[in-house]
T-cell receptor, first 112, second 109 residues
Framework: SQTIHQWPATLVQPVGSPLSLECTVE??????LYWYRQAAGRGLQLLFY??????ISSEVPQNLSASRPQDRQFILSSKKLLLSDSGFYLC???????????FGDGTRLSIL | QKEVEQDPGPLSVPEGAIVSLNCTYS??????FMWYRQYSRKGPELLMY????GNKEDGRFTAQVDKSSKYISLFIRDSQPSDSATYLC?????????FGTGTSLTVIP
């Protein structure tokens, strides 16, 4: 069966510091991978998606970037965090674009 | 108008009640419909996935889709305290996913 892992679960970072969140999927190959941010009462905001190694599409211009160095690894990064980057970040995958997405347990990011 | 509208609640029911959660949508191109359950501090978990209009049942859960009215529902029978969570509807067309903002449900023992 397929599983998706995200870490860390919780992160507290000062303003201006760098960020690296990692997501890996097991039990499948060549998945589509997604990064979302979830804000209370505002639903899920798609940040990036990737259909293959090195292929990244950005949905919202912002202070964040994403990379996919390996088939089942997806990384969300920032060089300098802003207060507005606080939130709950979720990674998701599906095998084909018209199949439901499956989510990891998220990273709660607090910026001080 | 938002693509997907979902009443945020909160909804509070006694144990054993039948719960009805609903979403409306505006885009008639939506082809696939999903319900996710999200516990506090966890990621959404896929509950139901349907394609066509009509009902799909899985244990205590029934998903209903009415494409003519652009309306989907999730029914929970014999609700349990463990059903307390936020429920998100989601819809898909092509490679575009749209999520509702979620309805918070509490089942009181």
């Amino acid at each position: 069966s397929q599983t998706i892992h995200q870490w860390p679960a919780t992160l507290v970072q000062p303003v201006g510091s760098p960020l690296s969140l990692e997501c890996t999927v097991e039990g499948t190959s060549n998945p589509n991978l997604y990064w979302y941010r979830q804000a209370a009462g505002r639903g899920l905001q798609l940040l990036f998606y990737s259909v293959g190694i090195g292929q990244i599409s950005s949905e919202v211009p912002q202070n964040l970037s994403a990379s996919r160095p390996q088939d089942r690894q997806f990384i969300l990064s920032s060089k300098k965090l802003l207060l507005s980057d606080s939130g709950f970040y979720l990674c998701a995958w599906n095998r084909h674009y018209d199949q439901p997405q499956h989510f990891g347990d998220g990273t709660r990011l607090s910026i001080l | 108008q938002k693509e997907v509208e979902q009443d945020p609640g909160p909804l509070s029911v006694p144990e054993g009640a039948i719960v009805s959660l609903n979403c409306t949508y505006s885009n008639s191109a939506f082809q696939y419909f999903m319900w996710y359950r999200q516990y506090s501090r966890k990621g959404p978990e896929l509950l139901m996935y349907t394609y066509s209009s009509g009902n799909k049942e899985d244990g205590r859960f029934t998903a209903q889709v009415d494409k003519s009215s652009k309306y989907i529902s999730l029914f929970i029978r014999d609700s349990q305290p463990s059903d307390s969570a936020t429920y998100l509807c989601a819809m898909m067309t092509g490679n575009q996913f749209y999520f509702g903002t979620g309805t918070s449900l509490t089942v009181i023992p």
